[in-house]
């Protein structure tokens, strides 16, 4: 397996990890680092960045999830991040797909991890084209964080780009205002759920008269994105 | 590597959009937007260290000998400005502002609300607000002549206000500014929109846009956007009632479905503080002379301390929420006028508020119509008094007040007193056109 480890380590959560994770990562020739935190991973990151991450949600998922949305929410994203995780928290994943490359259930098979792994790392290389959304006219370009109608560019605040592109990357769904407070700005926001209708409001505005509507309120829930047949109101 | 996602996105949009310059804004004591502007190539710095101005030109900011400060963009508040015809569209952002050291500079209206707004949410509270904001059209800004005489939702014979309207509402939506209503008001020329509620510091940004876009479309258009509180004698003046809630996370503090009125403790205590230090914040949110030209009776401007449930002369009023919609319960604070500086207008309303809650001043009873038919001893004889008459007496009333001194800071505080006194002195030397007319002649 080892000739296709990465020399650069990966990032590992918890510090100390679990010993068979230590273990497994050890016997397979990858390099590893533990990291407590988001902000120790970010800090201690390599110059040449983190080859991947294993990072088990088990016993803190909080900040478990908090470390993968350090590396994957920037400029140049960390590729390969796993996830453990144990059968009762498969809910969690929901809406975070894009936090993680793969998981890998807990208490895990060592077998099972490595080949897991090594998938990640066979993958290597092959560049992805400029991530695009579309949703009927409406164009997002998640690399340049653009969104347009066409030809015709939005202006949105950053607060904005990130509540439409979570809401165009998951259509149809209805969520409620602490779900979107939860996964748009993350657990260290304040300001409470209300934030949410004040960015949605402001979003309409700025979709204009002839688009608001893909944003719909369902009443006493929450918001939902796109066109839909049914009960609904704005 | 440290990567902070609104900065990425900041640096990524200026690229993308082919912007040539951005612009910094900020403002001074009294309320006045001011700012500079960089190109792209100075952004990234700006954006990590900030940019070195000049402080001393600013008003109410510092000294020469102590003058160099920092502005520091806050990249939450970049925003795409709508190009004007052909020209290429040029983004925004609203700076703190800081001393070279890096420690936030006290004298910076922005910094003031934000101390204030973390004085509230470690209480828990996140403060919302949503003001409506009046102002006149005239046809230059050397003389108030107005550009109609359509009265209260007269939509006939509007032409030019109606387009000159339309284009404001529109750039506001644009800018993510959500507008509730827009009308034409009672006087002549003169318009009222109202702001979707926000948090109370994103409003006092939007109310900063707000009266650049307003007063940069009408000119476009030839014409003058005014903000001044009472321009026309014997005509309304302009006012900006402002809605103000509390909210602990998700549910409004304002709101107890088991009171009669719907108004929590927490909502009373706020109204009783508005209340009792009103004649101390008075000078903040009527900042000039001409403030209390329009703080008279008889044009539906507040005069006495005093709140109702509906009643468009008290100072404090708690509309009724809708059935159903309960979260909307809010207190509208009715003296500010939109010549404000919206960061210590709020400021202010918020520390009088939050006095009430935390020392639990009893809310007198609501003040009935007859209030408003009684004469000034007999309503002093039931304990309600007026606001100040003048900007010299609010001046002096603040000067006493240390909830004002506490919320504003000592530098805000000592600059705003010295200013407005210089103001007042300045006006004290006029001899008024009514003096004439009505001394020279007789006496």
């Given at each position: 397996m080892s000739d296709i480890a990465p020399t650069e380590p990966l990032a590992i959560f918890p510090?100390?990890?679990p010993p068979l994770l230590a273990q497994t990562l050890d016997l397979a020739g990858y390099p590893w680092k533990a990291v407590s935190n988001a902000a120790v991973a970010i800090q201690q990151e390599p110059v040449d960045g983190w080859a991947g991450a294993v990072i088990s949600a088990e016993a803190d998922p909080e900040a478990a999830f908090g470390i993968c949305r350090a590396l994957r929410k920037?400029?140049?994203?960390?590729d390969r991040v796993l996830l453990l995780i144990t059968g009762?928290?498969?809910?969690?994943?929901e809406l975070r797909e894009?936090?993680?490359d793969d998981f890998c259930l807990s208490p895990f098979h060592p077998q099972e991890l490595e080949a897991r792994l090594h998938h990640l790392f066979f993958r290597t290389g092959r560049t992805t084209g400029p991530e695009i959304v579309e949703y009927g006219a409406l164009i997002l370009n998640l690399e340049t964080y653009q969104a347009a109608f066409g030809n015709v560019p939005l202006d949105l605040t950053y607060m904005e780009y990130e509540l439409l592109k979570f809401l165009v990357t998951h259509p149809a769904k209805v969520f409620t205002r602490e779900q979107l407070l939860s996964r748009v700005?993350?657990?260290?926001?304040?300001?409470?759920?209300r934030t949410v209708d004040v960015h949605v409001r402001r979003l309409r505005a700025k979709l204009g008269e002839e688009h608001a509507?893909?944003?719909?309120t369902v009443r006493s829930v929450g918001y939902r994105f796109g066109q839909t047949r049914g009960a609904i109101s704005r | 590597m440290t990567s902070q996602s609104p900065v990425d996105y900041v640096l990524h949009t200026v690229e993308e959009r082919g912007l040539k310059f951005v612009r910094l804004w900020f403002t001074d004591v009294l309320g006045s937007l001011k700012g500079f502007a960089i190109t792209p190539a100075e952004l990234e710095g700006a954006l990590e260290e900030g940019m070195t101005f000049?402080?001393?030109?600013?008003?109410?900011?510092?000294?020469?000998?102590?003058s160099d400060m920092i502005a520091v963009p806050d990249?939450?508040?970049f925003d795409i400005v709508p190009g004007r015809g052909d020209d290429s569209p040029v983004a925004r952002m609203f700076c703190d502002i800081r001393h070279l050291s890096g420690e936030p500079f006290s004298g910076d209206p922005r910094h003031v609300l934000k101390r204030n707004l973390d004085r509230a949410s470690a209480k828990g509270f996140t403060f919302f607000a949503g003001p409506e904001i009046e102002y006149f059209y005239f046809r230059s800004e050397t003389e108030p002549i107005p550009l109609d005489n359509a009265?209260?939702?007269?939509?006939?014979?509007t032409g030019i206000a109606n387009e000159l309207r339309k284009r404001t509402i529109l750039a506001l939506e644009a800018m993510g500014?959500?507008?509730?209503y827009s009308f034409h008001e009672n006087g002549p020329s003169q318009h009222e929109i109202d702001l979707r509620y926000s948090d109370a510091l994103s409003m006092a940004d939007n109310v900063q846009t707000f009266r650049t876009v307003v007063k940069q479309i009408a000119n476009e258009l030839g014409v003058h956007a005014t903000f001044?509180?009472?321009?026309?004698?014997?005509a309304f003046g302009s006012g900006m009632h402002t809605h103000l809630s509390l909210f602990e996370e998700d549910v409004n503090?304002?709101?107890?479905?088991?009171?009669p009125h719907g108004l929590s403790k927490i909502g009373k205590g706020f109204v009783a503080g508005l209340l009792h230090h009103a004649r101390e914040i008075t000078a903040v949110t009527?900042?000039?002379?001409?403030?209390y030209k329009r703080l008279?009776?008889?044009?539906?401007?507040?005069?006495?301390?005093c709140w109702a449930r509906?009643?468009?002369?008290?100072?404090?009023r708690v509309p009724t929420p809708r059935r159903g919609k309960e979260s909307s319960t809010r207190v509208e604070f009715r003296s500010?006028?939109?010549?404000?500086n919206p960061y210590l207008a709020f400021s202010v309303m918020l520390a009088a508020g939050l006095a009430g809650i935390e020392e639990g001043y009893e809310l007198a009873p609501e003040a009935t119509n007859n209030i408003f038919e009684m004469s000034k001893d007999q309503r002093e004889a039931q304990g309600i008094a007026s606001l100040p008459q003048s900007l010299a007496e609010a001046v002096d009333v603040m000067e006493g007040s240390s909830l004002v001194a506490e919320a504003l800071g000592e530098h805000v505080f000592d600059y705003f007193i010295r200013n407005k006194r210089a103001e007042w002195d300045s006006y004290k030397e006029q001899v008024t056109t009514w003096e004439v007319d009505r001394y020279l002649g007789s006496l």
């Amino acid at each position: 397996m080892s000739d296709i480890a990465p020399t650069e380590p990966l990032a590992i959560f918890p510090d100390p990890p679990p010993p068979l994770l230590a273990q497994t990562l050890d016997l397979a020739g990858y390099p590893w680092k533990a990291v407590s935190n988001a902000a120790v991973a970010i800090q201690q990151e390599p110059v040449d960045g983190w080859a991947g991450a294993v990072i088990s949600a088990e016993a803190d998922p909080e900040a478990a999830f908090g470390i993968c949305r350090a590396l994957r929410k920037r400029d140049a994203p960390v590729d390969r991040v796993l996830l453990l995780i144990t059968g009762s928290q498969l809910s969690e994943l929901e809406l975070r797909e894009d936090l993680f490359d793969d998981f890998c259930l807990s208490p895990f098979h060592p077998q099972e991890l490595e080949a897991r792994l090594h998938h990640l790392f066979f993958r290597t290389g092959r560049t992805t084209g400029p991530e695009i959304v579309e949703y009927g006219a409406l164009i997002l370009n998640l690399e340049t964080y653009q969104a347009a109608f066409g030809n015709v560019p939005l202006d949105l605040t950053y607060m904005e780009y990130e509540l439409l592109k979570f809401l165009v990357t998951h259509p149809a769904k209805v969520f409620t205002r602490e779900q979107l407070l939860s996964r748009v700005w993350g657990y260290e926001y304040y300001g409470g759920a209300r934030t949410v209708d004040v960015h949605v409001r402001r979003l309409r505005a700025k979709l204009g008269e002839e688009h608001a509507g893909l944003i719909q309120t369902v009443r006493s829930v929450g918001y939902r994105f796109g066109q839909t047949r049914g009960a609904i109101s704005r | 590597m440290t990567s902070q996602s609104p900065v990425d996105y900041v640096l990524h949009t200026v690229e993308e959009r082919g912007l040539k310059f951005v612009r910094l804004w900020f403002t001074d004591v009294l309320g006045s937007l001011k700012g500079f502007a960089i190109t792209p190539a100075e952004l990234e710095g700006a954006l990590e260290e900030g940019m070195t101005f000049d402080g001393s030109a600013i008003d109410g900011y510092t000294r020469v000998q102590e003058s160099d400060m920092i502005a520091v963009p806050d990249p939450n508040t970049f925003d795409i400005v709508p190009g004007r015809g052909d020209d290429s569209p040029v983004a925004r952002m609203f700076c703190d502002i800081r001393h070279l050291s890096g420690e936030p500079f006290s004298g910076d209206p922005r910094h003031v609300l934000k101390r204030n707004l973390d004085r509230a949410s470690a209480k828990g509270f996140t403060f919302f607000a949503g003001p409506e904001i009046e102002y006149f059209y005239f046809r230059s800004e050397t003389e108030p002549i107005p550009l109609d005489n359509a009265g209260f939702f007269d939509l006939a014979h509007t032409g030019i206000a109606n387009e000159l309207r339309k284009r404001t509402i529109l750039a506001l939506e644009a800018m993510g500014i959500p507008v509730e209503y827009s009308f034409h008001e009672n006087g002549p020329s003169q318009h009222e929109i109202d702001l979707r509620y926000s948090d109370a510091l994103s409003m006092a940004d939007n109310v900063q846009t707000f009266r650049t876009v307003v007063k940069q479309i009408a000119n476009e258009l030839g014409v003058h956007a005014t903000f001044m509180p009472k321009p026309i004698a014997g005509a309304f003046g302009s006012g900006m009632h402002t809605h103000l809630s509390l909210f602990e996370e998700d549910v409004n503090a304002f709101h107890d479905p088991g009171d009669p009125h719907g108004l929590s403790k927490i909502g009373k205590g706020f109204v009783a503080g508005l209340l009792h230090h009103a004649r101390e914040i008075t000078a903040v949110t009527n900042q000039t002379v001409n403030s209390y030209k329009r703080l008279i009776e008889g044009y539906e401007a507040p005069t006495y301390i005093c709140w109702a449930r509906n009643n468009e002369s008290a100072l404090v009023r708690v509309p009724t929420p809708r059935r159903g919609k309960e979260s909307s319960t809010r207190v509208e604070f009715r003296s500010p006028d939109p010549a404000c500086n919206p960061y210590l207008a709020f400021s202010v309303m918020l520390a009088a508020g939050l006095a009430g809650i935390e020392e639990g001043y009893e809310l007198a009873p609501e003040a009935t119509n007859n209030i408003f038919e009684m004469s000034k001893d007999q309503r002093e004889a039931q304990g309600i008094a007026s606001l100040p008459q003048s900007l010299a007496e609010a001046v002096d009333v603040m000067e006493g007040s240390s909830l004002v001194a506490e919320a504003l800071g000592e530098h805000v505080f000592d600059y705003f007193i010295r200013n407005k006194r210089a103001e007042w002195d300045s006006y004290k030397e006029q001899v008024t056109t009514w003096e004439v007319d009505r001394y020279l002649g007789s006496l």
